[in-house]
C-alpha cells in the first residue's frame, strides 16, 4: 500500500529543520524495512505568505508499506516529538499528516494553492473534514500552522512536468553555528562541468558560493541540479573540510516557478497571489528612498504597482529603462496593502513584450551656417547662436528616441533568488516524468 507522510514547520533558530527531520523520518522507515518509493519531497510553500517558516519548505516522504498508515503516524510521531523537544522553537506550530493510497483530487488542488496562494486554516480543515479520518490521519505538535503545509506536501506530487532535485549535507551537531567549511571553488567546477545539469550553486558573475545557507541551521550545502545523475558525480567532487552527518537526495518544486498562477487579469491579482500577468506600464519608473524601484502595471480594467527591490541590483536598472505604454508580462507575489502603500507585486522576473516608441523634440539645425538653434523666445522662432540667423518658418523636430532596453525576459541577479524561482537557463527544458519506485535517498547514510 502507497502510504504519503508531510510534515512541516520543524524549523528553529537552535538547528532545527524540517528536511533534517524528514531525513531522520526516513532513516528510521527504511531501517523497519520500509520502501521508499520517490527521494523525500522537498516542497517549497508560497514565499509571501508572512506567517511562513524559513525557507517555507515542507517535506513529503512516500512509502510502499505492508504496516498501516495510523502504525507509520504513531512512529513519525515519536521521532518528531523528540526532535522538537530537542531543537526548541516557542513560536513553531509543527505538524504531521499521514495518508493512506492515491492522493485525492481534492488534495492535489488544495496543495498547489498552497504554493501560489493563500490557504487558511480553516478552509484546510474543512477540506479535510470532508474527506474523512479512514485515509488521512493529522498530529497537530503545538499548533494548526503547520498543517497546511504538511498536507500541502503530500499533495503536490510533481509527477508530471517540471521538478528539479537537490542533495543536503547535514551538519554533525558540534558544527552548527560555525563557518561552513566547503571548498568554493569545487563547488564551481562542478557547475561549470556539468553543462546545465548543476545549477545556482555558485554565483560566476559575482566569485559567490550560492550552496550553502546562513545562519545557524544543520544545513552544510545543498547542490542543486536537474537529476540524480549530474548529482552524483557532483557530490564526488565537492571537497568538504567539516565532518557530514549524511546526504540526502531531494526531489523539489525549486526553481521552478509553480507558485504563478497565470491570470487574464490584473483584478485576479490579489494579496498573497503569485502571479504571472501580462499589462502595460501605466506609471514610470521611480527610484525610492531605500533604493527600490517602483512602477506602475495596468491591463485597462485594474492596475497594480510593481517594485523590484533593492538587492535585486542591476535588475532595478532594466526596470528603470520602462516607460508608460510598453507591453510587459510581469511575475511575482502580490504583498498587501499597507497605510502607507497601495498592494505591490514583488517583481521577480519581467517579459518586455513590445516596447512603445518614444518621440523627443530637438531645435531645428541653422539652415545657413548647420549649427543647432536656440529659442528666440516665446512666439518669436529660433536663432542661430553661431551666425546670428534668425526664423519664424522652422519648427521643433520629432525625433524618435533610441530605447535603454530591449524585448525579451530579465531577471534578478542570482544570489536574489528565492526558492521557487526558475532561472531563464531552465526556461524551454523537456518535460519531466516521475514514477514511483523503490529509491535510497542516502548519498551518504547516518554514521
Ligand atoms: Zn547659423
Redesign the pocket.
Known amino acids: 500500500m502507497l502510504i504519503h507522510v508531510g510534515i512541516d514547520d520543524f524549523d528553529s533558530p537552535s538547528g532545527g529543520c524540517t528536511t533534517h527531520l524528514a531525513a531522520r523520518i526516513a532513516w528510521e522507515l527504511m531501517r523497519r524495512g520500509l520502501k521508499l518509493v520517490d527521494y523525500p519531497n522537498l516542497i517549497r510553500l508560497n514565499p509571501s505568505v508572512p506567517w511562513k517558516t524559513r525557507g517555507n519548505g515542507a517535506v513529503a516522504l512516500r512509502l510502499e508499506s505492508e504496516i498501516s498508515g495510523r502504525e507509520i503516524l504513531g512512529i513519525v510521531e515519536g521521532i518528531a516529538e523528540e526532535y522538537a523537544a530537542e531543537y526548541d522553537n516557542p513560536k513553531h506550530q509543527p505538524a504531521i499528516a499521514v495518508l493512506e493510497g492515491d492522493v485525492p483530487e481534492v488534495l492535489t488542488k488544495i496543495a498547489y494553492k498552497a504554493v501560489g496562494d493563500f490557504i487558511p486554516v480553516e478552509t484546510l480543515e474543512r477540506v479535510l473534514e470532508k474527506l474523512g479520518r479512514d485515509r488521512l490521519e493529522t498530529r497537530i505538535l503545538k499548533g494548526k500552522r503547520g498543517l497546511v503545509g504538511a498536507v500541502a506536501a503530500i499533495g503536490v506530487q510533481n509527477l508530471e512536468g517540471d521538478f528539479t532535485y537537490e542533495a543536503i549535507f547535514y551538519r554533525t551537531r558540534d558544527y552548527i553555528g560555525k563557518p561552513r567549511m566547503v571548498d568554493a571553488s569545487s563547488v564551481a567546477e562542478a557547475e561549470a562541468r556539468s553543462g546545465g545539469g548543476l545549477f545556482l550553486n555558485y554565483d560566476f558573475d559575482t566569485g559567490r558560493l550560492l550552496a550553502t545557507p546562513h545562519g545557524p541551521d544543520p544545513i552544510l550545502m545543498g547542490i542543486r541540479g536537474e537529476n540524480p545523475t549530474v548529482i552524483l558525480e557532483a557530490v564526488k567532487t565537492i571537497r568538504v573540510e567539516e565532518p557530514v552527518e549524511a546526504v540526502v537526495l531531494f526531489r523539489t518544486n525549486q526553481h521552478t516557478d509553480q507558485h504563478l498562477q497565470e491570470i487574464q487579469s490584473l483584478c485576479q491579482a490579489h494579496p498573497y497571489r503569485c502571479v504571472r500577468v501580462r499589462g502595460l506600464v501605466s506609471k514610470e519608473p521611480v527610484r525610492i528612498p531605500g533604493g527600490h524601484v517602483i512602477f506602475g502595471v495596468s491591463d485597462g480594467e485594474c492596475s497594480i504597482d510593481v517594485a523590484a527591490y533593492e538587492p535585486t541590483k542591476g535588475f532595478r536598472d532594466i526596470v528603470s529603462g520602462l516607460t508608460v505604454g510598453d507591453e510587459v508580462e510581469v511575475m511575482g507575489c502580490v504583498r498587501p496593502g499597507s497605510p502607507s502603500h497601495p498592494p505591490t507585486l514583488n517583481l521577480e522576473k519581467i517579459r518586455v513584450i513590445r516596447l512603445t516608441e518614444v518621440y523627443k523634440f530637438e531645435n531645428p539645425i ?1 539652415p ?2 548647420g ?1 543647432r538653434m536656440t529659442s528666440a523666445g516665446k512666439g518669436k522662432g529660433f536663432k ?1 547662436p ?2 546670428g ?1 534668425k526664423t519664424r518658418d522652422l519648427t521643433k523636430i520629432k525625433v524618435r528616441v533610441e530605447r535603454a532596453i530591449k524585448p525579451g525576459f530579465y531577471q534578478p541577479p542570482k544570489h536574489a533568488f528565492k526558492h521557487l524561482m526558475k532561472p531563464l537557463e531552465r526556461f524551454g527544458l523537456p518535460a519531466k516524468s516521475f514514477s514511483y519506485h523503490p529509491v535510497d535517498p542516502f548519498i551518504k547514510p547516518p554514521a
Open positions: 541653422c545657413r551656417c549649427s542661430c553661431k551666425c540667423y
